[in-house]
């Protein structure tokens, strides 16, 4: 190399190292490694109060080889402790909304001390728009893996004090390396959500981010259980996610999901709608049926997410976790007794007979302020996890219509993929009549439930506990569906329909021509009753398995969980199934 070409190397260096270092100052960071590096009390002030992993990097060309062992460790405990606790005016804006950062919510959710962060010290690559003066540690997601009740679980959060959590290229790599590392390793996969959708500087890379994301959640449904938690915004196509997971999580006023939001509505309808309106807890928990839970605080969604972690496998190759009950499993169940009116016009909540079978009267209800017409929960008995679906007379007399048979539906999907048993108690009337259940698909949509009950492996009991009328009866886990074991009680009331209906409808004429039809219409609900209604019409056909005395239903139903642990169901050679929509 000539003297000249030394001179100009050199000065390149030099212009190279003064940009970056304009550049930090710009944008707040300290300088690097070299010469002027401060002493440790003060790089350990500077650590915490620069923006988080906005800290330089250590690869400065002029000064590399220059520095001791200590001297490396020492900054690279100083770059994580930058990295782990971020800006702290930051860490104020997000406390302030009454939000936690990602580091607080995934100690919520985790064993304490068990979380390992994967690629803490990940950065974006992106240019233009500012985006290179700007390179924050982490790229505003927080990923790794730790342990819930000691098993294995991952977790990625996004971490709104970076980009406002906006996925990037290099945010989205993140998020895929997480979701394939708990794919191999069958564990479950929680995603804290809490972002402002896709990082507009990075275009279409972002977009690209997203739909690596989905194709992950669809490969891993139904092989390893994912919970999305929303904790913050989540608009635009970002919402596909939390909908393709099998659980999702919102807590009240700090989090909304929406695929076009407030502006855009006006804009296009011209209707003006707050985002927790259009979006928030209570919308998804209860009208759209998009969240399964919602919470007024964090410290009790996670709770929750830690529960409902605890009742599932990690993987469908595994099954439940099973824990010692101290409940008998023979207990007699008197008070159903008084729970379940004798008169089946008469209603009562079937969280009441839930509670009296299962292990201690402990119970995880899926859902429950959607579609309260069916009850969905996860439970145990005599110490095994099941999966409970039930017609609830206390809402709509227990009819099934849209939203009950697409809840119910998606239940038992989930609880066959993870081999969860299913327990069915029947109460049904039929299902809900009326021109704006037939226009909007009662047909097709009522056709979900019958082909997820059709299509599932794992151990199946029903049990009829009074009214079982026509299709909803049928739909709902009978006998000639595939039920393992159907059971019922002395008070059940199986046919095509209600006795008053059959009555009115076989036997028109008569009443029509009699001189006392009040008095013939009774005579002849009587008499089809009779006949046809009574409590072992069924089990005389085979289509009941055996009535039982309603005091000894838990016990009955351990037994039949016992024999059928080791059942084997094998389905048809075939791609996959084209289940209804």
Known sequence: MTTDQKSDHKSDQKSDHTSDHTSDQQSGRTSGPGPDRKPAGQQQALATE?????????????HRGQWSAAERLEELSLIKQAARHGDPLATERQHAKGKLTAHERIELLLDEGSFTEVEMLRRHRATGFGLEKKRPYTDGVITGWGTVHGRTVFVYAHDFRIFGGALGEAHAQKIHKIMDMAMAAGAPLVSLNDGAGARIQEGVSALAGYGGIF????????????????????????????????FVFMVRDIAQMFITGPDVVKAVTGEEISQNDLGGADVHATASGVAHFAYDDVRACMEDVRHLLSLLPSNNRELPPRVPSGDPADRRTDRLLDVVPEDPSRVYDI????????????????????????VCALSRLDGEVVGIVANQPASFAGVLDIDASEKAARFVQFCDAFNIPLITLIDVPGFLPGVDQEHNGIIR??????????????????????????????VMDSRSIGTDLALAWPSNEIAVMGAEGAANVIFRREIAASDDPDATRAQKIKEYQAELMHPYYAAERGLIDDVIDPRDTRGALVRALSMLRSKQADLPCRKHGNPPQ
């Open 50 to 62: 620069a923006p988080a992993a906005e800290r330089p990097s250590l690869h400065d060309r002029e």
């Open 215 to 246: 194709q992950r959640n669809t490969k891993a449904s139904g092989v390893i259980p994912q919970i999305s938690v929303m904790l913050g915004p989540c608009a635009g196509g970002a919402a596909y996610s939390p909908a393709l997971t099998d």
């Open 351 to 374: 969280r009441a007979v839930i509670e009296e079978i299962t292990d201690d009267g402990d119970y995880f209800e899926v859902h429950p302020g959607w579609a309260t017409n069916v």
């Open 445 to 474: 949509r009522g056709a979900k439930l019958l082909y997820a009950y059709c299509n599932a492996t794992v151990p199946r009991i029903s049990l009829v506990l009074r009214k079982a009328y026509g299709g909803a009866y049928i």
